[in-house]
């Protein structure tokens, strides 16, 4: 199994290219499911969770073709993919498909929507928590959808004449139900409006791709989301948009080591809490005519408290990395999760590395240190995983990151991207 080897102590120098967005092309691809002609999607990463979801689409019928184009010399990959489901050969998502991923549950929305029926596995829980979806069923059963649950298994069923437009208020913000009850939606009878909906930029690259395929969704990036039900949808071609959480972890990883480095294709608005809160812990943030340039010269880390929250507050998703670079600042911080309750599964292996963080509840107290020292370490999902590469190159001597296929699933090419800048990390296969 592949480890990944970090020998900490380089500045990072350079341009790091970011990849289009795991989980804006998720969905996405899911979308796809809605139409019997080609949906083609721009700037896919090449990410395991991808190749996993292509697989799924693959066992509902869909015909997917890569264009492989390599945008620049040995960095990143973005690819072009065309997804045709021309008939769905199969409404059932099996448990040995869903339980590899999430975020494969998704499918139950354009399958019900299109084909008046859908069998996909419950998805079970996972290292960040329990992840219930009882959120999902409530909502779709507000369309008029017949649901079962049974062995396993949720059984969905549309009223003869497809799912009825209704009003439905998630009960608490939840990124993968919004998706999924908006792409449900886009094929039901009248209209649906969904309030106390998701914000994040990837809900609004999704309802962006759904009006290019004919559907007519407004308020997308605001809690209330309006969907007018359309017969049917078409083929379309849409760019995924840059992924937010990779750009956080390089600016991360960044103010961590030190340096100059321009993060290329990406924006600065897709999240400005998280800049905010680099910025206040001693980097120099600015924009580009190409992305963000991001310097920390000399400056110590200052300690900086942060809450996760649903978007534009900070992401949970770069809560780890915030982490890794809150074990060398020069005081106290406190990180509380909000969203997932057991994501702290890090702490344990950046103390390996010398970290001083004690939990209490859902709240991480990091006591900075002056250095930390390599260590063999082990990735438990995938930022956590990330925010021991960070700490690690910052960590004097070696840190042996084990169990990367976590890290494979969300960033591309991470080991070049970092060594193109300076950085000593290299992949090791045993
Ligand atoms: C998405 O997961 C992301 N995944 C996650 O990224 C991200 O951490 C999360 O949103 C929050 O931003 C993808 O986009 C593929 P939620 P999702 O539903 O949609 C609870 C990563 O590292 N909830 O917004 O599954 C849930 O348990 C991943 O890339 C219910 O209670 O997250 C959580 O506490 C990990 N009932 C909260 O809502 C439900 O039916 C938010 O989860 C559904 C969710």
Redesign the pocket.
């Known amino acids: 199994m592949d480890r990944i080897r970090i020998v900490g102590g380089n500045e990072l120098h350079g341009v790091i290219p970011i990849s289009g967005a795991?989980?804006a092309a998720?969905p996405l691809m899911i979308a796809s499911l809605l139409t019997d002609d080609t949906l083609t999607l721009e700037n896919v990463p090449h990410l395991a969770d991808v190749e996993q979801l292509i697989r799924i689409l693959g066992n509902h019928g869909a015909d997917i073709s890569v264009n492989g184009r390599r945008e620049r010399q040995g960095e990143s990959y973005a690819r072009t993919v065309h997804f045709t489901s021309r008939n769905i050969v199969s409404t059932t998502a099996p448990y040995e498909l869903v339980s590899k991923m999430?975020?494969s549950f998704w499918v139950i929305g354009p399958l019900l929507a299109r084909e008046g029926k859908a069998r996909v596995s419950l998805p079970g829980g996972c290292a960040?928590?329990?992840?219930?979806?009882?959120?999902?069923i409530e909502g779709l059963a507000s369309l008029g959808a017949n649901i079962e649950i049974d062995g396993g298994y949720v059984n969905a069923t549309a009223p003869a004449g497809g799912l009825i437009g209704a009003r439905y208020v998630f009960p608490?913000?939840?990124?993968?139900?919004t998706h999924v009850l908006m792409m449900a939606a886009t094929l039901a009878n009248g209209t649906t409006v969904l309030g106390n909906a998701?914000r994040?930029p990837?809900v609004v690259d999704l309802a962006k791709c759904l009006n290019a395929m004919g559907a007519k969704i407004s308020g997308q990036g605001t809690s209330t989301i309006t969907i007018e039900g359309v017969r049917s949808l078409s083929g379309a071609r849409h760019r995924v948009l840059p992924d937010r959480?990779e750009t956080g972890t390089y600016a991360m990883a960044v103010a961590m080591a030190g340096g100059d480095v321009i993060l290329e294709d990406t924006e600065a608005s897709l999240l400005d809490t998280a800049l905010e809160a680099i910025r206040r812990a001693g980097a120099e943030i600015s924009e580009t005519n190409s992305g963000i340039r991001i310097v920390r010269n000399g400056a110590g880390i200052k300690p900086v408290d942060i809450v996760t929250d649903p978007f534009p507050g900070f992401?949970?998703?770069l809560q780890a990395q915030f982490m890794g670079l809150m074990t060398r600042s020069s005081g106290v911080s406190h990180i509380t999760e909000t969203?997932?309750e057991n994501r702290f599964m890090h702490v344990q292996e950046l103390a390996r590395l010398g970290a001083r963080i004690s939990l209490s509840g859902q709240t991480a107290k990091v006591e900075g240190v002056p250095r930390l020292k390599g260590a063999p370490v082990m990735a438990t999902d995938?930022?956590a995983s990330v925010s021991l590469v960070i700490a690690g190159l910052a960590a004097e001597g070696e840190t042996m990151v084990s169990r990367v296929y976590h890290l494979d699933r969300?960033f591309e090419r991470l080991e070049e991207k970092l060594t193109r800048c300076g950085a000593h990390v290299e992949r090791v296969s045993d």
């Open positions: 795991k989980n998720l999430r975020a960040i928590g329990t992840r219930p979806v009882d959120l999902f608490k913000v939840s990124v993968g139900a998701a994040e990837e959480i992401p949970t998703d969203i997932f995938l930022r969300g």
